[in-house]
């Protein structure tokens, strides 16, 4: 039993987004721009994860739709990180 050409190709992909979230991690960079990247790195896996693995492009409404509250709770988050950068 071998895995299809296309999951393949997202786990390599999902695989590259996550070095190069690690990556990230040792450029110099300003903090809040790091945080940003990785949650922007973060919603990308999760739209692969969700129109690939849980076959979501077949529907493009439901998967616009998820996109969208992950697009929301990525905003949130960054907004939750920045409030006590902001507060220096």
């Known amino acids: ?3 299809s050409s296309s999951l393949l190709k997202t786990w390599l992909w999902l695989t590259g ?16 721009v790091l945080a940003a990247a990785i949650l922007l790195l973060a919603l990308l ?5 969700l129109a690939r693995y849980l076959d979501l492009y077949r529907a493009p409404g439901w998967l616009a739709g ?10 949130l988050a960054f907004g939750l990180y ?3 950068v902001l507060m220096r």
């Open 66 to 75: 998820a996109t969208l509250v992950f697009a929301i709770w990525t905003v």
């Open 17 to 32: 987004l996550s070095l190069l979230a690690a990556v990230a991690t040792l450029a110099p960079m300003a903090r809040w």
């Open 45 to 49: 896996k999760a739209r692969l994860i």
């Open 82 to 84: 920045l409030i006590p």
């Open 1 to 3: 039993m071998g895995l």
